[in-house]
């Protein structure tokens, strides 16, 4: 597919390298020069210097003959107008980055119905999801949503109380019907054996029904409490967001913000919780606005380092669960080290969505992780190579598993002599190298 990204930034470069690591035909524009020379020195893929929503520049690339333009700048009106020219050009399929709600409000077909957007990505929406699903089942770090909410992926850090640490995979004591699909150990990801022995600090995938997942976490994690008070730093759109849900849920929430204004709009628009006016946050503040009673802390201002201090800040005073927005690549490695339990990465997420319309038809979702891997759901069609096979005989490759299968409404964890049917969706569980493989094997 030939697919043209403008805009170079975190979102448009995760987008551009996933694209490209996928064979696709991508071209990049962007008007800023550095981050046109860093996307030529780091990617495979065409950058231009230029303006993404001039006809002109279009037309010389050939529009007529490019399949997907995806606008991802910082700018919603800059890629609405993208989006606008793109079509006028005769680019068959537009995508967009839209972050005020109005211009798009996923009740109102104004953006897909009148603008002709085929597809809008709502990235601050997306990670106070994100947070969300973590914070409504304790014990984990990560929980991804699959086969219409009815199947569930937890990703749970095995600390040094774990009763998993030290046992083979064989050995855990999971509940039926549940799975250890994926291990990530020091930033590498890979799809264990039954022999395969759990250590501290392994990131462990588990996969169950959504009902029971949380009797599964319990399995490997004694640290199961409900989340009853939450301390959030950053009243933007993804703290706010995060707030409203969170006392839908019935949770204590406390907001701090360091512009005023906005931290009076967010004491409107909550109903109980508390909001703190303060131009930064050091040890003291949290500690004298109770930190260390916080079940979790969430860092998501605009800024990486301010998140990564204060969630280091918190992390040591006390909070049993900290959160922290990453947008950029650089901080990933450090989120770890400083006491993240919880890293989010909008423009991760943002990739994620727009791999699956890319791929849409038989893909129905996909997660992506930063080590490559990937876990995806994908539908089960007559004319696939697996279609009608056992999985022990369906060729998949040593970094690959298929976690649950959803026929119709019946959730099923496999084992290898369990059969893929048409119309099956199954969630797999790939390394990076295999990604690729995997694909082909669900191709028509």
């Not at 077909?109 to 597809?119: E, Q």
């Not at 395969?196 to 996969?207: A, C, G, K, P, Y």
């Not at 994908?378 to 959803?406: E, N, Q």
Request: glycine residues 8%; charged residues 30%; proline residues 3%.
């Amino acid at each position: 597919m030939r697919v043209f990204i403008v805009g170079a930034g975190e979102v448009g470069f995760s987008t551009a390298q996933m694209l490209s690591r996928e064979k696709h035909d991508v071209t990049v524009v962007e008007q800023d020069q550095e981050l046109v020379d860093r996307v030529s020195d780091q990617l495979d893929a065409m950058v231009l210097q230029g303006n993404g929503a001039s006809p002109k520049l279009l037309a010389d690339i050939g529009a007529r003959k490019t399949e997907l333009l995806v606008a991802v700048t910082d700018s919603d009106e800059v890629n609405i107008t993208c989006c606008l020219v793109a079509k006028a050009q005769g680019v068959k399929r537009t995508a967009a980055r839209i972050r005020n709600n109005d211009y798009y409000d996923s009740k109102d077909p104004f953006a897909t119905d009148v603008l002709g957007i085929d597809f809008v990505i709502h990235p601050e929406r997306t990670a106070a999801e994100e947070i969300l699903e973590a914070l409504r089942v304790p014990g984990t770090v990560n929980v991804e949503v699959f086969g219409e909410r009815n199947i569930e992926v937890a990703e749970v850090v095995l600390k040094d109380d774990s009763p998993a640490i030290g046992r083979s995979i064989k050995e855990v004591n999971l509940p039926e019907r549940s799975l250890i699909v994926g291990v990530v150990r020091s930033r590498e990801a890979m799809v264990p054996r039954g022999d395969t022995l759990l250590r501290e600090q392994d990131h462990v995938f588990l996969i169950s029904e959504r009902r029971r997942i949380h009797e599964v976490v319990g399995a490997v994690n004694k640290s199961t409490s409900r989340v009853e008070e939450v301390m959030i730093f950053g009243g933007g759109r993804i703290g706010l967001r995060l707030a409203l849900a969170l006392e839908r849920d019935g949770v204590s929430v406390k907001v701090i913000e360091k512009d005023a204004e906005r931290a009076e709009y967010v004491a409107t628009r909550l109903r109980k919780g508390l909001v703190l006016h303060d131009e930064g946050v050091s040890r003291e503040f949290l500690l004298q606005e109770g930190v260390n009673h916080a079940d979790a802390f969430v860092a998501c201002t605009g800024d990486d380092r301010s998140n990564l201090l204060a969630s280091m800040y918190a992390r040591q005073l006390g909070a049993r669960l900290t959160v922290a927005i990453m947008s950029r690549a650089e901080f990933s490695p450090l989120s770890e080290a400083l006491g993240v339990d919880i890293p989010i990465a909008p423009r991760l997420l943002t990739a994620g969505a727009i791999l699956r319309f890319v791929r849409q038809g038989e893909v129905v979702a996909v997660h992506l992780m930063e080590n490559g891997a990937e876990m995806v759901e994908v539908r089960v069609t007559r004319k696939c190579k697996v279609a009608g096979k056992r999985l022990a005989d369906a060729g998949f490759p040593p970094g690959a598993i298929v976690g649950a299968i959803m026929r119709g409404k019946e959730v099923i964890i496999p084992t290898g002599s369990d059969t893929l049917e048409a119309g099956d969706d199954a969630v797999v569980f790939s390394i990076g190298s295999v990604v690729d493989e995997v694909e082909r094997l669900f191709s028509r």
